[in-house]
Every structure is written in C-alpha cells, then in structure tokens.
C-alpha cells in the first residue's frame, strides 16, 4: 500500500484567515479515501504579514481547529506553518 502526500498551493488573501480556511475547506473536499498526508504552505492562512497581532492565534484559535476538524473529517494528517501566540509577545511557528 502506498503513502500518499497531497501539496496544496492556494491563492492567499492577506491577513483573512476566514477566507483563506473557507476556500482550502472547498478544495479539500473529496480528499477522503485519496490521500494520508496533506502539506500546506507555510503561512497558508493568512499570507505573510509582520502584524503579528493580526495573525498568530493561540492553540484553540481558528485555524488550529479547522486543521483538527479538517484532519478528523478526511481522514488525514495535516503539516502546515502558522504564528501561534503562546504568550503575550511570543510567537512561534506550528507544525501539526
């Protein structure tokens, strides 16, 4: 049995993690079944942007659950980089 890996490169809308989890959630669709690894672009959901308070969420942020609820609803593992706000000014990247 083979190990499959799906990239995915998406348009970005810059600093609209919404938009951006709403779109990947359209292409995702139908991957049940097809692939066992999913690997997004680093800053996938907010595009890249030095206003950190814009963009890093804390573990139970937005884009963190959609990965689990993603991961859950096909079946698959997901590697993808973000800002995660782990302290007040302390930003990390997340690889899950």
């Given at each position: 049995m083979?190990?499959?890996?799906?990239?995915i490169?998406?348009?970005?809308?810059?600093?609209?993690?919404?938009?951006n989890?709403?779109?990947?959630?359209?292409l995702?669709?139908?991957?049940?079944?097809?692939?066992?690894?999913?690997?997004?672009p680093?800053?996938?959901?907010?595009?890249?942007?030095?206003?950190?308070?814009?963009?890093?969420?804390?573990?139970?942020?937005?884009?963190?659950?959609?990965?689990?609820?993603m991961?859950?609803?096909?079946?698959?593992?997901?590697?993808?980089?973000?800002?995660?706000?782990?302290?007040?000014?302390?930003?990390?990247?997340?690889?899950?």
């Amino acid at each position: 049995m083979a190990f499959k890996v799906a990239l995915i490169q998406n348009d970005i809308a810059w600093e609209q993690a919404g938009s951006n989890l709403n779109h990947l959630s359209h292409l995702l669709q139908g991957l049940e079944d097809h692939v066992d690894l999913l690997v997004l672009p680093e800053m996938f959901a907010t595009g890249f942007s030095m206003d950190t308070s814009c963009i890093a969420q804390g573990m139970d942020g937005q884009v963190v659950e959609w990965m689990k609820e993603m991961a859950e609803k096909c079946a698959i593992a997901i590697m993808a980089h973000r800002p995660l706000k782990r302290m007040v000014k302390f930003i990390i990247g997340l690889c899950l």
